[in-house]
């Protein structure tokens, strides 16, 4: 534990991504943040065997996919300490050494961008995304990492073997850490809370036991994820949220007036996560409105609308990415927007299996998500920790959609797609089907305007090395001319990229909007493909989608134009 604050003596800069100025002005909530700021946030214990040295490695091929036994490992011939990385996109490195433990513990794997585990001939599967349980030998053990790279370059960071009593004590303080933080978050939005609820909190600060965090819970609004919106395939609204465990159910009333509500909808849950689809019914007006009742209490009322118009305004941003307080400006920014929907073009999160990330992330996004429809497509960091079947089971428990789906509003549908369940990155024969079906279906051929979103882009300039993802390449340009596509928008380059390209009669518009959140790519660029422009900058894109045209602009983090450009339907003018 630390003995004093160390936030406001060092300034307002280093405070939690949540807090706002507003909360430090208040004194109440200001003694909180200062208590929170004195609980040390949890390390990783140092290996108790020394690990860095000696690895042996070589690189598989893509052939090889995602789950292979260890007799189809390659000759391990060449050697190397770690951290170790090296320049193989799409290919697994498979590592090996052999390793004598003493006692019971955990096997801790930092790698690019997965890994997967054989303890002797045995492979295990993974705990809590990267740590993979062994038994003590006396003899040495032959240890084989295999790493999936997705990205450019990729390996192993860091190894570490940690005994199962500084595991626990290391899962104890997560455990401890986390629950405080989503307390925090609670109570200071609160527009004003009890003394006994704020000395439950401060004991369980000063005091971090699980039965102390527990009775500050107890205390608390519950409630871990607030409600946001989104929107199915066939239009329905769906309302997700999360409490906190072992606490009721909540209840949502709806209704087309706010002198008119109901609490009739469908409702289903995993865990704590609740999702209320409204009726179809519900459709038929301009606007809904909704609260939430739980722990009988009753939530503010949320006007929503759900008349489609032409024209209409989205906007679309990629890779938040852990950089929470960058993106929660854009989304405050995006506010002003009006936007009918927004989409999130993956790398949602920067570790799929860390629940904690994904409370964080819909808490900076729910000042927008609450009111309007967020659609979320999934990145490869998203997949992070599920790499054994690549399954991002995060993802669908607060996802109300496939991982790929499509969808129409106004004069435009919207069709994305998801590599990241494969290994190496691509679109298998199950979702290329259905692409090309919903390419032919009369909603995609009825369309004005047509977009495919995909968290790879298939061209990119910005990050060195990196000219875009060949799989999705060679799928848009054999399809663009004949499905039509307009649009193409993706992120991963963390960055902002624009190229227009003609295929025929077709034009296609590709935009890379990868600065939501996370670090920036750096100065230098790659010298192939030439984009028609790249900035090296935080954005958000704004879209206006009229009959004839398309009105977009690149927001930066202040709200300034980075780019603007309007598309005219097939290069019209």
Avoid at 258 to 276: A, C, D, L, P, R
Avoid at 516 to 540: C, F, Q, T, W
């Amino acid at each position: 534990m630390a003995q004093e604050p160390t936030l406001f003596s060092k300034g307002l800069e280093n405070r939690p991504y949540f807090v706002d100025q507003c909360h430090l002005d208040n004194p109440d909530k200001r003694a909180l943040i200062e208590a929170f700021q004195t609980l040390e946030k949890p390390s990783l214990p140092a290996s108790g065997i020394p690990l860095g040295e000696g690895w042996r490695f070589s690189t598989g091929t893509p052939a090889e996919g995602l789950s292979v036994s260890l007799s189809e490992a390659p000759p391990l011939d060449s050697l190397t300490d770690l951290p170790h990385r090296l320049l193989a996109p799409n290919h697994p490195i498979w590592y090996s050494k052999e390793i004598t433990f003493d006692e019971e513990g955990v096997i801790f794997v930092n790698a690019d961008d997965g890994a997967q585990l054989f303890y002797a001939q045995h492979a295990i599967t993974a705990e809590e995304g990267s740590f993979f349980r062994v038994l003590p030998s006396t003899a040495p053990v032959r240890v084989t990492i295999r790493v999936l790279n997705n990205a450019m370059k990729g390996g192993l960071r860091d190894v570490r073997f940690i005994s199962q009593y500084q595991y626990l004590k290391y899962l104890h303080s997560t455990d401890v850490y986390g629950r405080a933080e989503n307390l925090l978050k609670q109570l200071i939005e609160q527009k004003s809370f009890s003394g006994e609820v704020s000395a439950a909190f401060l004991n369980a600060i000063r005091n971090p036991t699980l039965q102390n965090i527990s009775k500050a819970e107890a205390l608390s609004p519950g409630i871990l994820v607030l409600p946001f919106l989104q929107r199915t395939p066939d239009g329905k609204a769906v309302i997700t949220m999360e409490t906190a465990s072992d606490s009721p159910p909540p209840e949502l009333w709806w209704g087309r007036s706010i002198q008119n509500m109901s609490k009739q909808v469908e409702t289903k849950s995993e865990g704590n996560i609740w999702q209320f689809t409204l009726p179809q019914k519900a459709e038929e007006a301009d606007s809904l409105y909704y609260f939430l009742s739980y722990r009988g209490h009753n939530g503010q009322v949320t006007a929503i609308s759900t008349k489609e118009t032409i024209p209409f305004a989205f906007t679309a941003w990629g890779d938040s990415q852990g950089g929470w307080r960058v993106f929660r400006r854009h989304i405050l920014n995006m506010q002003k927007e009006a936007p009918a929907f927004t989409i999130g073009l993956g790398d949602l999160t920067s570790d799929g299996v860390n629940e904690q990330q994904w409370r964080a992330f819909f808490a900076c996004l729910q000042p927008l998500a609450g009111r309007v429809p967020v659609v979320l497509v999934p990145g490869n960091h998203d997949y992070d920790g599920y790499y054994d079947k690549l399954y991002s089971q995060n993802y669908h428990r607060y996802a109300a959609t496939p991982n790929y789906f499509c969808w129409a509003y106004g004069n435009a549908i919207f069709l994305t797609l998801d590599p990241n369940t494969n290994f190496p990155l691509g679109i298998d024969h199950k979702q290329k089907k259905w692409m090309e079906q919903t390419m032919a279906s009369e909603a995609w051929l009825k369309a004005r305007w047509r977009f495919v979103l995909i968290h790879q882009p298939p061209y990119s300039q910005g990050w060195p090395g990196y000219h875009g993802d060949g799989f999705i390449r060679n799928i848009i340009d054999s399809l663009a001319e004949t499905a039509r596509i307009d649009f193409v928008l993706s992120g991963h380059s963390h960055d902002y990229e624009r190229l227009s390209k003609n295929y025929g009669g077709q034009q296609v518009n590709f935009l890379v909007l990868g600065g939501a959140g996370g670090g920036l790519e750096p100065e230098a660029s790659s010298e192939y493909p030439r984009m028609d422009k790249v900035v090296k900058a935080h954005h958000y894109g704004a879209f206006e989608v009229f009959e004839n045209r398309v009105v977009f602009k690149a927001i930066g983090l202040n709200g300034n134009i980075i780019d603007e450009a309007v598309f005219f339907k097939n290069g019209e003018d």
